[in-house]
C-alpha cells in the first residue's frame, strides 16, 4: 500500500521530532527557509529526502508547522497555506495563546498541537500522547485522524486551551529549573554537596517530595532544558496581562544563573590561564 504524504515545514528540533513520529507511515516532505539544516538532518538519518518542496509535490497534504513563533508567525502560515492549500495545518510549536483560533477565524483549516520530546532523542516524542486543540471540528478529526496512525491522540475543544497548557508546561519547567539552580547555589554557599543534598531531600520523608517530580522533569522530560532557551520563548509567548509574581522570579533566578554560569567560566578560564603561566 502506497503510503500518503505530509510536508513539515521547519526542520529545527521540534520538525525533527516530528520525522521521527511520522516517517514509518508517511512519504515525507520538508521545507526550511534554512536548507543547511535540512541537509545536515538528511545526512545524520542516511536517507535522502526532498530539500525543497515545491506545491506540485506535497500540496493539498497535511502540513505540520514545526518553526518558531515570531511577530511574523500569522503571516507565515497564511502564505504557506496560500502556496500548499494543506488538508489541514497542524501547528506544534508553541505560540501566543490566541493565534490559532486567529488563523481559523480566517477560515484556513487549522489545529495546535503540542509536543515534548527530547533534544538528545527526537523520537521520544512517540512516548507522548498528541493533545489536538481545534477551533472547528471537522479539522480537529481530520488532524486526528492523521496523527492516530503515529500515535495517541486526545480532541481538545478550543484551540486555546492546549496552546496556554503548553505555554504553563514550559513555566512549570522554567521554574523548576529555577528552585533546583536556587538550591544548589544555597548548598555551595554552605558547603554542602549537592548531589548528597538532593538525595537527603528527595528521597527521605522530609516534607520536600515534590522534588521528585522536579527530578523527573528536569532529567526525563526536559534533559536539556539548559540548551533549549526557554526563558526567550517564553517571554515573547506570556501576554503582557499575565505579570504574576511567580512568573517574575523565575525570570530573575535566570538571569542570576546566566550571570552565575558567566562568572564561573570565567573563573575557569582565568584558572587555566594562571597554571599555563
Known amino acids: 500500500m502506497k503510503k500518503k504524504n505530509a510536508l513539515i515545514v521547519g526542520m529545527g528540533q521540534l520538525g525533527k521530532s516530528m520525522f521521527e513520529l511520522l516517517k514509518r507511515k508517511y512519504n515525507l516532505f520538508q521545507h526550511d527557509i534554512n536548507t543547511k539544516s535540512v541537509r545536515d538532518y538528511t545526512k545524520n538519518l542516511k536517507r535522502e529526502i ?31 497555506y496560500e502556496d500548499y492549500k494543506p488538508e489541514v495545518m497542524i501547528i506544534h510549536s508553541s505560540v501566543k495563546p490566541g493565534t490559532t483560533k486567529d488563523l481559523a477565524d ?76 536556587e538550591l544548589s547555589e544555597m548548598f555551595e554557599r554552605f558547603g554542602c554537596e549537592y548531589d548528597v543534598m538532593r538525595e537527603i531531600l528527595t528521597y527521605n520523608n522530609f516534607g520536600y517530595g515534590e522534588l521528585r517530580k522536579f527530578d523527573h522533569l528536569l532529567q526525563n522530560r526536559y ?17 503582557e496581562e499575565y505579570d504574576h509574581w511567580f512568573f517574575k522570579l523565575a525570570r530573575k533566578s535566570f538571569g542570576l544563573e546566566k550571570e552565575s554560569v558567566q562568572r564561573k567560566k570565567e573563573e575557569k578560564e582565568h584558572g587555566g590561564s594562571d597554571k599555563n603561566e
Open 223 to 239: 534533559p536539556n532544558l539548559n540548551k533549549a532557551d526557554y526563558r526567550l520563548s517564553l517571554n515573547e509567548l506570556i501576554p
Open 106 to 181: 480566517l477560515k484556513l483549516p487549522v489545529v495546535h498541537s503540542p509536543s515534548i520530546f527530547d533534544d538528545n532523542d527526537f523520537s521520544s516524542i512517540c512516548s507522548f500522547r498528541k493533545m489536538i486543540g481545534y477551533d472547528n471540528p471537522d479539522d480537529g478529526l481530520t488532524a486526528s485522524n492523521h496523527l492516530r496512525n503515529c500515535c495517541g491522540v486526545a480532541l481538545v475543544p478550543h484551540s486555546k486551551n492546549t496552546e496556554v497548557a503548553d505555554v504553563m508546561l514550559g513555566l512549570y519547567a522554567m521554574t523548576c529549573r529555577a528552585f533546583t539552580f
Open 50 to 80: 526532498e530539500v525543497k518542496t515545491s506545491p506540485e509535490e506535497a500540496g493539498g497534504c497535511p502540513m505540520h508547522i514545526c518553526f518558531p513563533f515570531n511577530d511574523d508567525f500569522v503571516e507565515s502560515v497564511k502564505k504557506y
